[in-house]
């Protein structure tokens, strides 16, 4: 047994978190269940995309994740399942403004909320690393404005590495099920009972960048996102 501290405790005050972790793997859940669970559900509005699992689906593992309904839920599913509802919207898988558009309409937030992107793995099957890289960065302020907890899943293993660092920069912290996909110092942490590696912006009483700067090697500002000169 890990004697590592709570993932959630590691994080500290990071507010935006990039998982990096297989899709079908058990770190994944883990780490997605420890990021949704921050705060008492009672006073949690729960905000999703998802493409990985249908509405109806996700909401069920942010529940079980949780221990209990949230106070408010949206989901918006761009799984091609077709499901919708009053806690789920529907939209196509390339329709970056709709996603946008949707997500608008749980602002302003009340109480504490959190945001999962499952998974940019699969969004980025339908649009390319640049506008993917723009979106992200688009979406995580608007979600920062709204004083929203945010994480993304991407699967390290079947994206390319320049992509993963580039992602990577745009965030407070990583996560990962192996410390060998975050090219940064980490620390371990207990995700759900799962031991999984974090690196995050600041480290002990030294504020670095070494998460930015190794992450960014090859894109060294965010003006110039994956596929520009």
């Given at each position: 047994?890990?004697?590592a501290?709570p993932?959630?405790?590691v994080?500290?005050?990071?507010r ?6 297989g ?13 949704l ?8 509005t ?9 509405g109806?689906?996700w909401?069920a593992?942010?529940?079980?994740a ?7 839920a949206?989901?918006v599913?761009a799984?091609?399942t ?18 946008q ?5 749980a602002f ?11 998974s940019?793995?699969?969004l ?14 688009e979406?995580l ?6 004083g ?19 992602l ?28 999984v590696?974090?690196?995050?912006r ?10 930015a700067?190794?992450?960014?090697r090859k894109?060294?500002?965010t003006?110039?996102p994956?596929?520009?000169?």
């Amino acid at each position: 047994m890990t004697d590592a501290p709570p993932l959630v405790d590691v994080l500290d005050s990071a507010r935006s978190v990039l998982v990096l972790a297989g899709g079908l793997s058990d770190a994944k859940d883990a780490a997605c269940a420890s990021l949704l669970a921050r705060d008492a559900p009672a006073e949690t509005t729960a905000l999703a995309v998802s493409y990985d699992r249908s509405g109806g689906e996700w909401l069920a593992h942010a529940e079980s994740a949780m221990g209990g309904e949230p106070a408010e839920a949206l989901v918006v599913d761009a799984s091609g399942t077709g499901e919708g509802g009053d806690r789920v919207t529907t939209t196509g898988p390339d329709d970056l403004t709709g996603m946008q558009i949707a997500l608008s309409e749980a602002f302003p937030i009340a109480g504490t909320g959190v945001f999962c992107f499952d998974s940019f793995t699969t969004l980025l099957q339908y649009i390319d690393e640049a506008d993917a890289y723009r979106f992200c960065n688009e979406l995580l302020g608007r979600l920062w404005d709204a004083g929203v907890n945010v994480h993304v899943h991407l699967d390290p293993a079947a994206t390319d590495a320049d992509t993963v660092r580039s992602l990577a920069s745009l965030f407070d912290a990583v996560v990962a099920a192996d410390a060998g996909a975050i090219p940064a110092p980490t620390d371990p942490a207990v995700a759900d009972g799962r031991e999984v590696a974090v690196a995050t912006r600041s480290r002990g009483k030294e504020t670095t960048n070494s998460l930015a700067e190794q992450a960014t090697r090859k894109w060294p500002t965010t003006s110039n996102p994956p596929g520009r000169t």
